[in-house]
């Protein structure tokens, strides 16, 4: 076990212990650069202003202040600006009184900030560091949180999935729960915020970090939704989830199980959905050049893609492991597929190309689609079609309908 | 090489095999045989000796009249149906075609169905149109629906019943070219369906802002067609197996001769739609011009639309309905069977009447609810 360094009158959170090894082998620098610093200023306010993905819930001066403070793109410099507000909003929080909703904004507030700091993906010290702080702090707003966030230690292959479950309150007998898996800069802890909304309708989460990043025991590989299956054994087991309505969400890159999920699990679950799920053109080297660059991702793409998978240092290096996952390769394709499965999608994705869209949905079985001809990565748009408003009006009533 | 280009191809089905696999289609309950009893149509083919159209009208016209004898007008209209099917291209077809409308009207009656047939002025003829409100409602949401190739306007009305138990009403027509549409298929042509929603909204019975619209198969042509041209109107649209683009190819209209998905006569009953195409080389030259791309609608803004197909669909390929999903400004929903044929279906779980239940109809009663469909 790797404990954090913990903050004054802190408990120490434990991790896991893979936690910090995901792409320790990555060599940054060999990768191109997306964006120079001001590029990298200029879009995140513009972002910021909109309160866009990836930074929805940060305030646009205190964006303006993180920035000001950055000299160079050195990621320690970008994990420590960003951590000084997450600490200010700490130690509010802690003024607050642990276990107070006034508290818990505070920490919340807290978690987002240290969370960008480690944004996408912890490639250094200081990222680690801030991405540790960023577990601290939204399990201090979860301690006031009612219902409770259950952190569920699984046995697995020698080490431990870490779960984060939160099921409805005064249910009247076994619940429906919706596991949910983030993507490649996405956690459970978004996945736990964003599933709230569901709570209200008597289904509850079970949020996960994918394979290869956060807390996962495995890295990205053929093979590693098996830490799911195992997830889905445990909750069959518990006597307060109703195990024939299990259900898997996963978006961007959490997609790509919810992909494979919908195969390799179609007996244990109930409903899909998978929200720009990369599935073979996402893998293949043409495609990833481009991905690379993309001015739709803020920056660090590519090593953030590379640290996924386990070993890789060079692009050469990443772009040979990709492959291995498109799931035409793998024959999950020629499967049958949970019914009904979800698949969310925008036109201008530049992450994953719509081709792997129209190829999910000519595979296994019937499938209900939402696709924005005007959409990028998510199905989301600058305006109108942003995240939250696909949640609510898309994802979450056809969870709701299918856990009916 | 031109000349065989310009030949039309002979059918791939003998008489024999279309025996085989129209009773095969009965016996599992399957398109075009919906409704139809085994045992009657294993008599009607028994009957059937050769091609000739009018021979295929007298055989399932004969059982029908059996039945109409007996006041059993439900399937009457189903064997009259079938005899004029797929278009009527001779005169025992067409007489055929006119018993299945009596029959059906007939059928509507004894079961008190709420239907009137209007007559809407057009153009110097008349629109006719099949009309069920629900009632005891004072303003009904509606949805408009359109035939196809060789459904009518009486399939859509005996569909669409279901939905005034939850207070929805109908209006059902024959797509241009076909049934008793006044017009046959030229750019433009779906100004009957305006000329439709003129009346419609003006209808005091009628909620003017909850009137969705459906169209199956080239039905569906028509459904993206007002999806774009009525999107102020329409509060939703659903499009099952809409031919968009490539279905319009010269090489599509060619393969139409030679479908087996389809029963027989996909191609003859093709050509009998349009405007000015008398012969199969002007079938096949002319087709391109009705594609949705040629005549500038994909790409346009419309209405919120749920897509349903197939991707083995022979008649519409799958490319038709990816094109249209990606193409205009607003999201669109999608029913995609990868396993399944024309109209999404396939022969033993996805039939028609599962697709109408399970996928068309929930859509349909989302976006007509009072609190409306999603938009952003």
């Known amino acids: 076990m790797v404990v954090a360094r913990s903050l004054p009158n802190e408990r120490p959170v434990r991790l896991n212990q893979t936690t910090l090894r995901h792409g320790s082998a990555v060599r940054p620098e060999l990768f191109p650069v997306m964006r120079t610093l001001d590029e990298v200023k200029t879009e995140c306010q513009a972002r910021a202003d909109r309160n866009a993905y990836p930074l929805s819930g940060l305030v646009p001066a205190e964006v303006r202040e993180a920035l000001a403070r950055l000299t160079s793109l050195d990621r320690d410099a970008w994990a420590a600006s960003w951590s000084q507000i997450g600490d200010r909003y700490?130690?509010?929080?802690?003024?607050?009184?642990?276990?107070?909703?006034?508290?818990?904004?505070?920490?919340?507030?807290?978690?987002?900030?240290?969370?960008?700091?480690?944004?996408?993906?912890?490639?250094?010290?200081?990222?680690?560091?801030?991405?540790?702080?960023?577990?601290?702090?939204?399990l201090a707003?979860?301690?006031?949180?009612?219902?409770?966030?259950?952190?569920?230690?699984?046995?697995?292959?020698?080490?431990?999935?870490?779960?984060?479950?939160?099921?409805?309150?005064?249910?009247?007998?076994?619940?429906?729960?919706?596991?949910?898996?983030?993507?490649?800069?996405?956690?459970?802890?978004?996945?736990?915020?964003?599933?709230?909304?569901?709570?209200?309708?008597?289904?509850?989460?079970?949020?996960?970090?994918?394979?290869?990043?956060?807390?996962?025991?495995?890295?990205?590989?053929?093979?590693?939704?098996r830490m799911f299956s195992r997830a889905i054994d445990y909750l069959r087991e518990r006597a307060d989830v109703d195990s024939s309505k299990i259900a898997v969400f996963g978006g961007s890159f959490g997609a790509h199980w919810?992909?494979?999920?919908?195969?390799?699990?179609?007996?244990?679950?109930?409903?899909?959905?998978?929200q720009s799920p990369p599935v073979h053109d996402a893998f293949q080297p043409d495609f990833l050049h481009t991905a690379f660059v993309t001015k739709e991702y803020l920056f660090d793409r590519g090593p953030a893609l590379a640290s996924m998978y386990v070993g890789v240092e060079t692009?050469?290096?990443?772009?040979?492991?990709?492959?291995?996952?498109?799931?035409?390769?793998?024959?999950?394709?020629?499967?049958p597929s949970v019914e009904p499965m979800l698949v969310v999608a925008g036109v201008h994705d530049t992450q994953v190309p719509i081709a792997d869209i129209d190829l999910l949905l000519k595979s296994g079985n019937p499938k209900h689609a939402w696709i924005n001809p005007n959409g990028g990565h998510m199905g989301r748009e600058a305006k109108g079609w942003i995240d939250p408003v696909i949640f609510k009006k898309i994802t979450m009533p056809w969870i709701v309908e299918a856990l009916r | 090489m031109q000349q065989a280009a310009i030949a039309q191809p002979a059918p791939l089905r003998t008489l024999a095999e279309v025996k085989a696999e129209a009773l095969a289609r009965a016996e599992r309950g399957s398109y075009p045989l919906i409704g139809l009893d085994p045992a009657?149509?294993?008599?009607?083919?028994?009957?059937?000796?050769?091609?000739?159209?009018?021979?295929?009208?007298?055989?399932?016209?004969?059982?029908?009249?059996?039945?109409?004898?007996?006041?059993d007008h439900v399937r009457a209209w189903r064997l009259y149906s079938f005899a004029r099917w797929p278009v009527p291209l001779s005169a025992g077809k067409q007489r055929a075609y006119r018993k299945a409308v009596d029959a059906f009207l007939a059928y509507a009656r004894d079961k008190r169905l709420p239907l009137q047939?209007?007559?809407?002025?057009?153009?110097?003829?008349?629109?006719?149109?099949?009309?069920?409100?629900?009632?005891?409602?004072?303003?009904?949401?509606?949805?408009?629906?359109?035939?196809?190739?060789?459904?009518?306007?009486?399939?859509?009305?005996?569909?669409?019943?279901?939905?005034?138990?939850?207070?929805?009403?109908?209006?059902?027509?024959?797509?241009?070219?076909?049934?008793?549409?006044?017009?046959?298929?030229?750019?433009?042509?779906?100004?009957?369906?305006?000329?439709?929603?003129?009346?419609?909204?003006?209808?005091?019975?009628?909620?003017?802002?909850?009137v969705a619209l459906y169209g199956g198969s080239f039905g569906g042509y028509w459904a993206c067609?007002?999806?774009?041209?009525?999107?102020?109107?329409?509060?939703?649209?659903?499009?099952?197996?809409?031919?968009?683009?490539?279905?319009?190819?010269?090489?599509?209209?060619?393969?139409?001769?030679?479908?087996?998905?389809?029963?027989?006569?996909?191609?003859?009953?093709?050509?009998?739609?349009?405007?000015?195409?008398?012969?199969?080389?002007?079938?096949?030259?002319?087709?391109?011009?009705?594609?949705?791309?040629?005549?500038g609608f994909v790409g346009k803004p419309t209405a919120?639309?749920?897509?349903?197909?197939?991707?083995?669909?022979?008649?519409?390929?799958?490319?038709?309905?990816?094109?249209?999903?990606?193409?205009?400004?607003?999201?669109?929903?999608?029913?995609?069977?990868?396993?399944?044929?024309?109209?999404?279906?396939?022969?033993?779980?996805w039939r028609d009447p599962v697709i109408f239940a399970q996928v068309t109809t929930p859509w349909l009663l989302r976006v007509l609810s009072p609190t409306k469909g999603p938009s952003a």
């Open chain 1, 90 to 138: 700490m130690g509010a929080g802690e003024a607050l009184g642990r276990g107070t909703p006034q508290a818990r904004e505070k920490f919340m507030a807290a978690w987002r900030y240290y969370s960008f700091a480690r944004w996408p993906v912890p490639l250094s010290a200081g990222k680690e560091r801030a991405y540790g702080k960023a577990m601290q702090a939204f």
């Open chain 2, 225 to 295: 067609k007002l999806a774009v041209s009525e999107r102020e109107r329409l509060v939703g649209v659903v499009a099952q197996a809409p031919p968009v683009h490539e279905a319009f190819s010269s090489e599509f209209a060619r393969g139409n001769f030679t479908n087996t998905e389809y029963l027989f006569e996909l191609g003859d009953a093709m050509m009998s739609l349009y405007d000015g195409a008398e012969t199969y080389a002007d079938y096949v030259r002319t087709s391109p011009e009705h594609s949705l791309v040629a005549q």
């Open chain 1, 315 to 335: 692009p050469e290096q990443f772009l040979a492991a990709a492959q291995r996952n498109s799931l035409v390769e793998q024959g999950w394709l020629e499967q």
């Open chain 2, 304 to 349: 919120p639309m749920l897509l349903i197909a197939g991707a083995l669909d022979t008649q519409v390929p799958i490319s038709d309905v990816e094109l249209w999903l990606r193409s205009g400004d607003t999201p669109k929903e999608a029913w995609i069977h990868a396993g399944g044929g024309h109209m999404g279906r396939d022969a033993v779980t």
């Open chain 2, 40 to 71: 009657d149509v294993r008599t009607a083919l028994a009957a059937i000796v050769t091609t000739d159209r009018d021979e295929w009208a007298a055989a399932w016209s004969a059982i029908g009249d059996r039945y109409a004898a007996q006041g």
């Open chain 1, 141 to 225: 707003a979860a301690e006031s949180l009612d219902p409770k966030v259950e952190v569920v230690r699984i046995p697995f292959e020698g080490s431990e999935i870490v779960g984060y479950l939160r099921l409805p309150a005064n249910a009247g007998g076994p619940v429906p729960v919706i596991i949910a898996i983030g993507g490649l800069d996405s956690r459970k802890e978004d996945m736990i915020e964003r599933f709230d909304a569901l709570l209200p309708h008597g289904i509850g989460c079970f949020g996960f970090d994918q394979p290869g990043t956060g807390e996962a025991p495995v890295p990205l590989a053929p093979g590693s939704e």
């Open chain 2, 117 to 210: 047939v209007v007559r809407i002025p057009f153009e110097g003829h008349e629109i006719v149109g099949y009309l069920q409100m629900p009632a005891g409602v004072a303003r009904a949401p509606m949805v408009v629906s359109i035939g196809g190739l060789d459904s009518r306007k009486e399939d859509l009305a005996e569909r669409f019943a279901p939905l005034l138990a939850h207070g929805i009403g109908s209006l059902s027509f024959d797509m241009p070219g076909t049934g008793e549409a006044p017009i046959k298929i030229a750019p433009g042509a779906e100004r009957m369906f305006s000329r439709a929603l003129d009346w419609l909204v003006a209808r005091a019975d009628v909620d003017a802002s909850r």
């Open chain 1, 258 to 274: 919810a992909a494979k999920l919908a195969v390799t699990e179609r007996e244990r679950l109930c409903a899909v959905v998978a």
